[in-house]
């Protein structure tokens, strides 16, 4: 069974910078999602297992990046030049072996999420 689970929420403002964690056991790609309320979960990007290959939605291409340290079991997602726009809970997930990787239907396990606001 995969375990999931996010920290580094939190209040931060805009134009700041915020690392969010995701511990995750076994040997899976790691996406990260997005949710605001009212909206449905979107993409914001992946990682590969090894870490060598990632890719991120075009909303937050040039400010975040994705990480990984699989001797810790890590992921992370350094997000930079936050936006108000960004405010939302943020979700890892494992990715399945069905479904594309930009959608939240590629993913089998998920986290419990942490809420990220950007205040203007």
């Known amino acids: 069974q995969v375990q999931l689970v996010e920290s580094g929420g939190g209040l931060v403002q805009a134009g700041g910078s915020l690392r969010l964690s995701c511990a995750a056991s076994g040997r899976y790609s790691i996406g990260w999602f997005r949710q605001a309320p009212g909206k449905e979960r979107e993409f914001v990007g992946i990682?590969?297992?090894?870490?060598?290959?990632?890719d991120y939605a075009d909303s937050v291409k040039g400010r975040f990046i994705i990480s990984r340290d699989n001797a810790k079991n890590m992921v992370y997602l350094q997000m930079n030049s936050l936006k108000p726009e960004d405010t939302a809970v943020y979700y890892c997930?494992?990715?399945?072996?069905?479904?594309?990787?930009?959608?939240?239907?590629?993913?089998?396990?998920w986290g419990q999420g942490t809420q990220v606001t950007v205040s203007s």
């Open positions: 997930a494992a990715r399945g072996i069905r479904g594309t990787y930009n959608s939240p239907s590629g993913y089998n396990y």
């Open positions: 990682i590969g297992w090894s870490g060598g290959s990632t």
